[in-house]
């Protein structure tokens, strides 16, 4: 079965500092995805992206977060200034058109932030 | 507002015992209804999921999944349980409108297997 694929698996950074979390999602995918699930919490939707703009974003997603296909086949979500409270796991999805789509996820990406 | 229920947090069963994991939704409209495993260091993975139809829908790994529309609830059942079913499962609602397609999930249960 196809695979997205997050790197890295763990990241830990110190509070105030730039990550940048990346995912390559199933190459004829077009939808994009990031969620996000703090330790004992819910998994919830931070933002989807198509054709080439946000198509929808959370309460979470503030200015501090900010997606991007740079290349056409990565997808990554940049949190500028990290704070504690960032810390979660993120997991990247993708999918293919029309509504009921199987949504494929990455493994994530542990986010430590100190 | 949309929102997932799942009102176990952590069920320890019996490897061979059957198995049944609780999902109550709140949707406005027909709701599209998932269930996701996740195994430790794994993404979610699939189960199964219901769109419309046959309101028992039958996924991978020996799981089904009943939708009943009185009770708000979408229960993931399998009638025997193995050591390598023991994971995190999560119900989801999917929330459709315009090109989004957004899942709402429920806080998961932590599925135990004694042997």
């Known amino acids: 079965e196809p695979e997205v694929t997050q790197t890295p698996s763990h990241q830990v950074t110190q509070m105030g500092q730039e990550v940048i979390l990346r995912c390559v999602p199933i190459s004829n995918h077009l939808y994009f995805y990031w969620y996000r699930q703090i330790l004992g919490q819910k998994v919830e939707f931070l933002v989807s992206?198509?054709?080439?703009?946000?198509?929808?974003k959370s309460e979470i997603f503030d200015d501090q977060f900010s997606v991007e296909r740079p290349d056409g086949s990565n997808f990554t979500l940049k949190i500028r200034s990290t704070k504690l409270e960032d810390s979660a796991m993120y997991f990247c999805a993708s999918r293919e058109t029309g509504m009921n789509e199987k949504l494929f996820f990455g493994s994530g990406t542990q986010l430590s932030v100190l | 507002a949309q929102s997932v229920t799942q009102p176990d947090i952590h069920i320890t069963v019996s490897e061979g015992a059957s198995l049944e994991l609780r999902c109550n939704y709140s949707?406005?409209?027909?709701?599209?209804l998932f269930w996701y495993v996740q195994s430790p260091g794994q993404g979610l993975q699939l189960l199964l999921k219901y769109f419309s139809g046959d309101t028992l829908v039958q996924g991978i790994k020996g799981f089904e999944a009943e939708f009943k529309r009185s009770q708000s609830s979408f229960n993931l059942r399998k009638p025997s349980v193995h050591w390598s079913d023991a994971a995190e499962y999560f119900c989801a609602v999917g929330a459709y409108g315009g090109a989004t397609n957004k899942l709402i999930f429920g806080t998961g249960t932590l599925l135990a297997v004694q042997p």
């Open positions: 992206f198509y054709n080439n703009e946000i198509s929808e």
């Open positions: 949707y406005g409209a027909t709701p599209y």
